[in-house]
C-alpha cells in the first residue's frame, strides 16, 4: 500500500484541501435497501393474526339503512329517491319511513329557482314526520 506526502515540509495550509464534491453514492445505498426492506415486511403487515375467536348469542350489527333523499324540482313537484310523490301523501311516506327507522338522515335537495318558502315547508314536513337528522345538499362551486 502505497500513498504520497506533500512535498513542501511545513505543515501549513496546503496540506488539506476542503472537498468540495459530495458523495451521494451512500445515501442512495442506505435508501435502496430501505426501499426493499419496507416493499418486502409492507405486506406482512396487513396480515391478520390467525385467532380462534369466541363463540357469541349477541345480535350481529345491522348495515345502516341508506339515507332519504328528498328532492324538490322547479316545477314544484316533490321526489323521494326517484319516486315522484304527491304533496298530500308525503306526510304519510315521510312518517312511514321515520317509523322504520328514525335515526337514518334525511338529504333534501332543492332546485336553485325554488323559494325560501318552499324549502322551509319542505324541512317542516321532514321535522313532523319524526326526523331529527336533516342535510341540505347543494353542489360545489365550479363542479359543472
Known amino acids: 500500500m502505497a500513498f504520497s506526502l506533500p512535498a513542501s515540509s511545513d505543515a501549513g495550509e496546503d ?9 451521494v453514492t451512500p445515501m442512495v445505498d442506505v435508501m435502496l435497501v ?9 405486506p406482512l403487515l396487513t ?10 348469542q349477541a345480535a350481529a350489527i345491522a348495515d345502516p339503512k341508506p339515507p332519504v ?4 324540482n322547479r316545477a314544484g313537484e316533490v321526489f323521494i329517491g326517484d319516486e315522484r310523490i304527491d304533496p298530500g301523501d308525503l306526510v304519510a311516506r315521510l312518517s312511514g319511513l321515520a317509523a322504520e327507522d328514525p335515526t337514518r338522515i334525511v338529504y333534501v335537495r ?5 323559494s325560501y318558502a318552499q324549502l322551509m315547508e319542505a324541512l317542516g314536513v321532514v321535522n313532523r314526520a319524526g326526523f331529527a337528522k336533516v342535510s341540505l ?7 359543472k
Open 137 to 143: 345538499v347543494a353542489e360545489a362551486v365550479g363542479s
Open 110 to 114: 332543492g332546485d336553485q329557482t325554488i
Open 47 to 56: 396480515v391478520g393474526v390467525p385467532l380462534d375467536l369466541p363463540k357469541t
Open 15 to 23: 496540506r488539506y484541501q476542503p472537498l468540495a464534491e459530495i458523495n
Open 34 to 42: 430501505l426501499l426493499v426492506i419496507f416493499m418486502v415486511t409492507a
Open 69 to 72: 333523499i328528498l328532492s324538490l
